[in-house]
């Protein structure tokens, strides 16, 4: 299984393809995160925004490798595990990228609530920040899974059903990823940080769930 992450590593980084989600993260942080506002205002919209990114993160993997190429890998080690070894590299980039962001962030962010008139903690804040990129990482994993090969084979359906999963991901009641963000905005609003330690773990288990769907199909259809 090393063997097969380390081809999927070097894949992605030689393809330059994880270039368009990674500036588009780095614009929408941008734009929604300027020096001095709330960190924990702050953390929520990064962490809300690294969701489509990690699901397209998770379509660049999958489909990264000709179709030879693929029936290769699939041929030699099995289309579960060199499918999951693609979906885990992707899930590892998306959450090197929020780490990353939550770390700018906590650091150019104020350490305040709404208002700027209560103190909160910068550790406690930026390990709620980076429990909601994981949630979010996790949860953007699971719609890239169940909306890319080979659930979705078709890219004229596969990409609008990413978008609009990715936008469900995020509003819907009762999703992990809305609960970790909102938990941080309305810690925010009192001035206190709330670890989203359940959300992370639906997310956790919804992810799961959705990959190992995804390789059990990827079985069937390559043997097909």
């Given at each position: 299984?090393?063997?097969?992450?380390?081809?999927?590593?070097?894949?992605?980084?030689?393809?330059?393809?994880?270039?368009?989600?990674?500036?588009?993260?780095?614009?929408?942080?941008?734009?929604?995160?300027?020096?001095?506002?709330?960190?924990?205002?702050?953390?929520?919209?990064?962490?809300?925004?690294?969701?489509?990114?990690?699901?397209?993160?998770?379509?660049?993997?999958?489909?990264?490798?000709?179709?030879?190429?693929?029936?290769?890998?699939?041929?030699?080690?099995?289309?579960?595990?060199?499918?999951?070894?693609?979906?885990?590299?992707?899930?590892?980039?998306?959450?090197?990228?929020?780490?990353?962001?939550t770390v700018v962030v906590a650091l150019i962010s104020d350490p305040v609530g709404t208002g700027h008139g209560?103190?909160?903690?910068?550790?406690?804040?930026?390990?709620?920040?980076?429990?909601?990129?994981?949630?979010?990482?996790?949860?953007?994993?699971?719609?890239?899974?169940?909306?890319?090969?080979?659930?979705?084979?078709?890219?004229?359906?596969?990409?609008?059903a990413l978008l609009l999963a990715a936008l469900l991901a995020l509003v819907a009641s009762g999703s992990p990823?809305?609960?970790?963000?909102?938990?941080?905005?309305?810690?925010?609003?009192?001035?206190?940080?709330?670890?989203?330690?359940?959300?992370?773990?639906?997310?956790?288990?919804?992810?799961?769930?959705?990959?190992?769907?995804?390789?059990?199909?990827?079985?069937?259809?390559?043997?097909?």
């Amino acid at each position: 299984m090393t063997a097969l992450l380390r081809y999927q590593a070097a894949l992605l980084l030689r393809s330059q393809r994880w270039l368009p989600p990674v500036v588009l993260y780095a614009a929408a942080l941008g734009i929604g995160v300027q020096g001095g506002q709330p960190v924990l205002d702050s953390l929520g919209w990064a962490a809300a925004v690294l969701l489509p990114v990690a699901a397209w993160l998770v379509r660049i993997c999958v489909t990264g490798e000709p179709p030879a190429a693929r029936g290769c890998v699939s041929a030699a080690r099995g289309p579960a595990r060199a499918h999951l070894s693609a979906v885990l590299v992707a899930l590892a980039a998306a959450t090197v990228l929020g780490a990353v962001a939550t770390v700018v962030v906590a650091l150019i962010s104020d350490p305040v609530g709404t208002g700027h008139g209560t103190r909160v903690p910068l550790l406690p804040a930026g390990g709620a920040g980076l429990l909601a990129a994981l949630v979010c990482a996790l949860l953007g994993t699971a719609v890239g899974a169940l909306t890319a090969w080979p659930v979705l084979r078709s890219p004229g359906r596969a990409v609008p059903a990413l978008l609009l999963a990715a936008l469900l991901a995020l509003v819907a009641s009762g999703s992990p990823a809305r609960a970790a963000v909102s938990g941080l905005v309305t810690g925010s609003k009192s001035g206190t940080v709330t670890m989203p330690w359940l959300p992370l773990a639906v997310a956790a288990l919804v992810a799961a769930a959705a990959v190992a769907g995804a390789c059990a199909l990827s079985s069937r259809r390559s043997s097909a």
